[in-house]
């Protein structure tokens, strides 16, 4: 059975983009690979070194939104980072693999660097060791666990190219010792923001939580950008270009041709077209939250489940170490 590594940065709740854009592409998976799904917290300590607080509580709420969303403990394996050490020590291994350069020209560290001036400054001259170098860390994770497929958003494929790289160079000088994971690009790799914007994010402030509430799902959604030429209740509009059609279609409205054909035919006002997405949309999010709840009220399940899937990790991890000191000629005697 093939291996599946994958996982997020705790920084905050799961929303709707992280859904359908990998969530439920691992639900899938997890049926028919060994998976591991890594809570990335010392990665996401790169840029929120400042708050502990704040990846500490979004570990937590990370795992309810997990298992809220059908991650099934008993198929797949969740663990945290910080919690494997043998991941930290193959990351320094690796760091003499890497040019400096070469994690510089990488163009999504590049994009993250310009999106967070206020730490690293407007140019990026004030950009942290540990942030330049947190792909080398992301290989280190992957391979560490003997992963051979990854499913990842777009954003992350070059960070896969890096790991392929770094295993390249490590195999032709220490000899065969890791295999080249491969991306597994999500079939949905952008959704989009209810605001028009081609992304819904935690930080561009247009994301819809799976843990909202009925109040704010509803407010969300009576914001949503529809076609601007649609003036009166009764003009006819593009569906094309409205956000509302584009929700209606991702959560699969049994509805969908009636709102289409009758959005064209100006016969259904926005209003009233929201308020059936509304519907749709708490009646999607219903079951996920009851299971929220479940586990929201059973903190000793949510804690044993931590502790045994990380506990997985580290044992396999243990393994691949024992090859990778041999091959470096670090394994002067058996440890204690
Ligand atoms: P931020 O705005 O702080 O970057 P985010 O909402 O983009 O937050 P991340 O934690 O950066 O959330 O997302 C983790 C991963 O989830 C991303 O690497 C990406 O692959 C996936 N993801 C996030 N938002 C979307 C989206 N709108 N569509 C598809 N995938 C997404
Ligand atoms: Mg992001």
């Keep these: 059975m093939k291996t599946i590594i994958t996982g997020d940065r705790p920084t905050g709740r799961l929303h709707l983009g992280h859904y359908f854009g990998s969530i439920q ?44 969303a059908g991650i099934d403990p008993k198929k797949a394996h969740i663990y945290i980072q910080s919690y494997i050490p043998e991941v930290a020590e193959l990351t320094v291994y690796f760091s003499n693999l890497v040019t400096v350069s070469r994690l510089y020209r990488n163009p999504t560290t590049k994009h993250e660097v310009g999106q967070k001036s206020e730490l690293f400054g407007e140019d990026g001259e004030s950009i942290t060791y540990g942030f330049l170098g947190y792909p080398v860390s992301q290989a280190a994770d992957i391979t560490a666990l003997d992963g051979d497929l990854v499913p990842v958003g777009e954003d ?131 079951p996920i939250q009851e299971k929220r709840k479940y586990y929201e009220e059973h903190p000793e399940e949510v804690e044993k489940i931590l502790k045994e899937g990380t506990a997985a990790a580290r044992a396999r991890t243990k393994e691949v170490m024992k090859r990778v000191r041999k091959n470096m000629k670090l394994d002067y005697f058996d440890e204690q």
């Design 25 to 68: 592409n691992r639900v899938k998976l997890q049926y028919d690979y060994d998976t591991y799904i890594l809570i990335a917290d010392v990665q996401a300590l790169t840029d929120n070194f400042e708050h502990p607080e704040k990846v500490r509580d979004s570990v937590h709420e990370l795992v309810l939104d997990y298992l809220a």
């Design 156 to 286: 992350q494929v070059p960070h896969i190219e890096q790991t392929r790289e770094i295993v390249r160079k490590f195999n032709a000088i220490y000899g065969e010792t890791f295999k080249e994971p491969e991306a597994v690009l999500s079939p949905n790799p952008r959704i989009k923001g209810l605001d028009g914007n081609d992304k819904m994010g935690k930080s561009l402030g247009n994301a819809i939580y799976l843990a909202d509430s009925e109040e704010e799902v509803s407010k969300k959604v009576m914001s949503a950008v529809t076609d601007p030429s649609k003036i009166k209740k009764d003009d006819p509009a593009n569906p094309d270009i409205c956000m509302v059609y584009y929700y209606h279609k991702l959560l699969s409205n049994p509805n969908l041709d009636t709102v289409c054909k009758e959005c064209r035919a100006g016969s259904r006002g926005c209003v009233a077209c929201k308020k059936e997405l509304i519907g749709v949309l708490l009646e999607f999010l219903k």
